[in-house]
Every structure is written in structure tokens, then in C-alpha cells.
């Protein structure tokens, strides 16, 4: 049960993040040294460490 708690706080910081992420003004993102299509990536790395 403990995986499946862990396993859910992840997925929903996740979503969290890759909204954020996806949905900040590209100026924003490009100062940042990403483009807002590369937010599934940086938000994936950031929440699984992969």
C-alpha cells in the first residue's frame, strides 16, 4: 500500500510540475534554457530522477 501511496504523490507532483512548466510564457522558459515543449522531459527527470 505504501508503493501505491508513493507511486500516486509522485504522478500528482508530476502533473504539477509539467503544467507549470508547459504552461509559463516562453520568454519565461527560453531565460530558463528550456523551450515549454520540452516540459514532459524536465518535469518527468525532476519528479523520477530519470
Same mark, same amino acid.
Given at each position: 500500500? /505504501?508503493? =501505491? !501511496?508513493? @507511486?500516486? %504523490? !509522485?504522478? %500528482?507532483? *508530476?502533473?504539477? /510540475? #509539467?503544467? $507549470? =512548466?508547459?504552461?509559463? +510564457?516562453? $520568454?519565461? %522558459?527560453?531565460? =530558463?534554457?528550456? *523551450? +515549454? $515543449?520540452? @516540459? #514532459?522531459? &524536465? @518535469?518527468?527527470?525532476? &519528479? #523520477?530522477?530519470?
Amino acid at each position: 500500500m /505504501t508503493r =501505491l !501511496k508513493n @507511486a500516486a %504523490a !509522485k504522478r %500528482a507532483e *508530476f502533473n504539477r /510540475t #509539467y503544467n $507549470e =512548466l508547459r504552461f509559463m +510564457p516562453r $520568454e519565461t %522558459a527560453i531565460d =530558463l534554457g528550456m *523551450f +515549454p $515543449e520540452d @516540459a #514532459y522531459h &524536465v @518535469a518527468y527527470a525532476q &519528479v #523520477y530522477g530519470r
